[in-house]
């Protein structure tokens, strides 16, 4: 079962909704599996805080939907998917372009499937790795996710 974008029209709708549009967030690359994803923020005046590196929130925010997502895509239309809990780890300072990449194993999805079988909820965990221009890590970004088939899906 297919979930309810194609990745091309899912990009680009990403690419121009407001909270990605107005911080300088670009979606470059979803797979067409949706096991890959690579996301830039822009490094314009308007993107950056007093001390004149990226914002933080903005940093955060170009993480947000992306993982639930992919795995909506990956797992399709018998599950639900939200983000649970996020946390993030400011490591250095980002002054140019920041890039975010995401993926997806089959073995992750399997996993998840596995876990979520019988009608289980199941939290799994993603680490993201935010890098600058010179690939130095500016920030980690951990976020847990909710899973669990639909109800008409269950067994039982």
Not at 15 to 44: A, H, Q, T
Not at 59 to 67: G, Q, V, W
Not at 91 to 114: H, M, N, R
Request: charged share 25%; aromatic share 14%; net charge positive.
């Amino acid at each position: 079962m297919r979930w309810a974008f194609k990745p091309s029209v899912l990009r680009h709708l990403l690419n121009f909704w407001p909270p990605f549009l107005f911080c300088g967030i670009r979606v470059v690359i979803l797979s067409d599996d949706y096991r890959y994803c690579k996301v830039e923020l822009k490094s314009r005046p308007w993107t950056k805080n007093i001390n004149r590196s990226q914002f933080g929130g903005s940093m955060f925010a170009m993480t947000d939907p992306i993982y639930p997502l992919m795995l909506m895509g990956a797992l399709g239309k018998e599950y639900h998917v939200w983000d649970k809990q996020a946390d993030i780890n400011f490591i250095s300072p980002g002054y140019s372009k920041l890039v975010a990449e995401f993926w997806l194993s089959d073995d992750t999805v399997a996993d998840i499937k596995q876990h979520t079988a019988q009608g289980d909820k199941y939290f799994p965990q993603f680490l993201v790795h935010i890098h600058d221009a010179k690939h130095q890590v500016v920030c980690e970004v951990n976020r847990t996710l909710y899973v669990r088939k639909k109800a008409k899906y269950r067994a039982g």
